[in-house]
């Protein structure tokens, strides 16, 4: 199982470091349903549950939200403007499971 409130963790340090719901969307796996999910909506979520199963898509987005973290600081650290192509790119290294 995978805390949740390791997403909530990464969420914050992120939006400090300027992430917005225009990038966030694009590690969330309801983009394959044309949904543009919140970073709000996602934190509420994580909030409420007790634990995320491993390898599932919410635990899917812990880890694209890790790696975003990693690499923007590694490469793009003072950039904001760069989390939309990294969160795609992100998003193309893990793939969510099939609906």
């Not at 990038?23 to 309801?30: I, Q």
């Not at 890790?66 to 290294?93: C, N, Q, R, V, W």
Request: with cysteine.
């Amino acid at each position: 199982m995978t805390n949740p409130k390791q997403t909530i963790a990464y969420l914050d340090e992120l939006q400090q470091l300027g992430f917005t719901n225009e990038a966030y969307w694009r590690v969330h796996h309801f983009r394959e349903k044309n949904k543009r999910d919140t970073i709000n909506a996602h934190r509420a979520y994580c909030e409420e549950t007790g634990a995320l199963r491993e390898g599932d898509n919410n635990a899917r987005v812990q880890e694209r939200l890790a790696l975003l973290l990693k690499y923007y600081k590694a490469y793009h650290s003072g950039k904001p403007t760069a989390f939309p192509e990294l969160a795609d790119a992100i998003y193309l290294l893990i793939p969510p499971l099939p609906f």
